[in-house]
């Protein structure tokens, strides 16, 4: 007997007859003989949905509200998939977040989980029930509600299943695992059978929307065995795991795509100690990441700052970054949300030479300008121009060979 | 300065703009000195919306997911509420059922207020913040969620004033008062400056849709001053209060129709003692109510039982029947969902005789057969078939001239 923990994407439960069919695979895990614990995001189009009804009201909804708002989806996909097994004939029993003790920090809207009280889902699960929980949110100390940010189920998951100490903790999603790149923009793309923590890491931080990023972090930090696989499909499946020899042959792994970057740029910033702190201090103490920086070199006691951050922060980061810019004395603020990211990623490029040049080579063959670049030990991001991010991805799918890889 | 408690129902939070209304309306009150605690229902449709989804995975969905389920829809509407509120500059925070303590009964979607603790509603008014607090649910003392029952918000609004000690409990809803009859049955309906508790009592059991039975219980037992009011206009209204003398003066004060009664008919019934229990206990024991009884005389030591229920509860009702009518030796169960329920109200009934005959003779001379009648003090009741429910509305509405009510 194995202790599983599934989660199932809003795609998967995004209407009844797919909430039937994935009470009916729940069962059928449960009928081999395993205890399973069940994740469910919001049923799709249904954030979205309540997102927008926030925006019809206000361009900066109150993000403890925003909260309590979107924390609405998974109640509904957990009652739904409770009551669907229930009329199949086994137990279940839903829990929020709350319910389970998800307790989270205050940062609303991506709020990070402190820790897990796994004791009520294990009573469920002792006395025969399958556990079905709200994925994505949490609750503070104070008994506000939060939200872990988009794609947060995969993360509460993954930290239930470390909570559990599952066997195995399986996300079904529309994909039947991760591949090269996008399958809609390069059709050649293939399926890894696996692929490490580290590399994963880097394609969900990168574009791939397979995977939150925390939860991969989750996965590495507590060794939970992480299986991608599709609710709609049997078979398949990519396996995340330790990073072993076989992998560090395949020099590139994956091509990635992120549209959701926003370029912000300061001009004629006095160059003078201090004035990074004055400028990406206050963005951090407001919660917003900050991915690229560029600084160029300074002329005449002046410089040119250039960062990227979330779409979804742009508004938030102008706002805060208006003030300062006056009182630093600089000349310019300027947003440019017209940019994509295309990344390569590979465990391999770790001990090769060549790979960054060849993808510059590829990307200026065709004529497509990089704005930006930014490294880290097994990936290399470009910003580009938006209209060239999809021809860039599948240059560079082409030119290092993936649609020949194997692993 | 008056501590109000406001109360705006499904249609007065049905979109966008009718929320950022709402917000306005909210504010003014506050802005006169008030302090304003404010209760939500959720967006009109979307409880209808949710049990539509639930009923298309199974005729008998689950009650404790049911009010999971249901639940959602009231933190769309506060968080909603709260994020218009403040995008026009008020302070306002948003409160679950949990995070106000309404703790209830584990009847689950028809529980019973047992406590309010207050205390937070209190802290966040006198921090200068207007509350707005999710009505219709609750949670048990294990932490499951539950729900009052349609109309449950207004239970939510008086109770939170009663537990405040509030000055006042408007109710702000679609229509601008109490009516004599439904307006879109009887155009010439008339509205009501005052009603009794009592009078309101009975038409809330009776059909008019104004108010939830519970609420008006308990603003008499606690004695809230209750207004209804409407959300979409200004002026007019009806104060719920205490019976006084002028009241008495008027005969009969609505006529209601209720289309949500079930009938339940079991022939040839042993008649022995006991055997009412046999048949109605396990009905209580299910949390169903059962409004009228009808027993015919006993022929041949048996005889014929007819009650009716809620509609919703039908099903429910006869899955429990159909073991115990084969157990007692009865002949048949059957049901009938094609009844109204027609009933006159007043006060004045108490003190005059005549009033019963004459409904009967209005209905009978316009060839309208009577099913089942119950009557109490202040209410005459009767059955009929559905398609002469209007009908009979606007000739009792005639035959005690209640076009030309004063009160």
Redesign the interface.
């Known amino acids: 007997m194995a202790l599983i923990v599934q989660k199932y994407g809003g795609t998967s439960v995004g209407d ?1 007859e797919r ?2 069919n994935v009470a009916k695979k729940i069962i059928e895990s449960k009928k081999k003989g395993n205890q399973v614990a069940v994740v469910v995001s919001a049923m799709s189009g249904d954030t979205d949905r ?1 997102i927008g ?2 925006h ?3 361009d ?3 993000e ?3 909260d ?2 979107m ?3 998974e ?2 996909s ?3 998939v ?3 097994i ?2 199949m004939g086994e137990k279940a ?2 829990f ?1 977040g ?2 389970v003790g998800m307790l989270t920090d205050k940062v609303h809207t991506k709020a990070r989980i402190e820790k897990i009280n796994a004791g009520r889902i294990r009573a469920a699960l002792d006395s025969g029930h399958i556990a079905i929980v709200a994925g994505f949110q949490g609750i503070t100390e104070e ?3 939060t939200t872990l940010g988009r794609g947060g189920s995969d993360t509460s998951a993954v930290a239930i299943a470390a909570a559990l100490n599952a066997d195995v903790c399986e996300i079904y999603t529309d994909v039947d695992g991760v591949y090269t790149a996008d399958p809609r923009i390069v059709p050649g793309a293939r399926r890894l059978d696996k692929i490490s923590h580290e590399e994963m890491l880097e394609m969900a931080s990168l574009g791939a929307k397979v995977l939150q990023i925390r939860s991969v972090e989750f996965a590495m930090k507590y060794n939970v065995p992480l299986y991608v696989l599709s609710s709609f499909a049997e078979g398949g499946g990519t396996l995340v795991t330790m990073e072993d020899e076989t992998m560090e042959q395949v020099l590139v792994t994956g091509v990635t795509l992120a549209r959701d970057d926003a370029k912000v740029s300061i001009r004629r910033v006095p160059d003078r100690p201090g004035i990074a702190a004055s400028i990406f201090k206050p963005l951090a103490d407001a919660s917003i990441v900050v991915d690229m920086i560029i600084q160029n070199v300074s002329k005449d006691g002046f410089t040119d700052i250039t960062f990227t951050v979330n779409k979804a922060d742009c508004k938030k980061a102008l706002k805060i970054m208006e003030p300062i810019v006056k009182s630093i004395g600089a000349a310019e603020l300027n947003t440019d949300e017209n940019i994509s990211k295309v990344s390569i990623i590979g465990a391999g490029m770790r001990n090769h030479a060549g790979v960054a040049s060849k993808m510059f080579e590829s990307l200026s063959k065709d004529g497509i300008n990089i704005q930006m670049i930014s490294t880290s030990e097994i990936k290399i991001s470009c910003i580009v121009e938006s209209k060239y991010g999809e021809l860039a991805v599948r240059i560079l799918h082409d030119a290092f060979a993936l649609d020949k890889i194997n692993r």
Do not use: F
């Open positions: 009844t909430i039937k309540l009804l926030a019809k009201i206000t900066l909804p109150n403890r509200e925003m309590v708002l924390s609405s989806g109640r509904v957990i009652a739904l409770a009551i669907a229930r009329s029993v839903s929020t709350r319910q008994g506000d509600v």
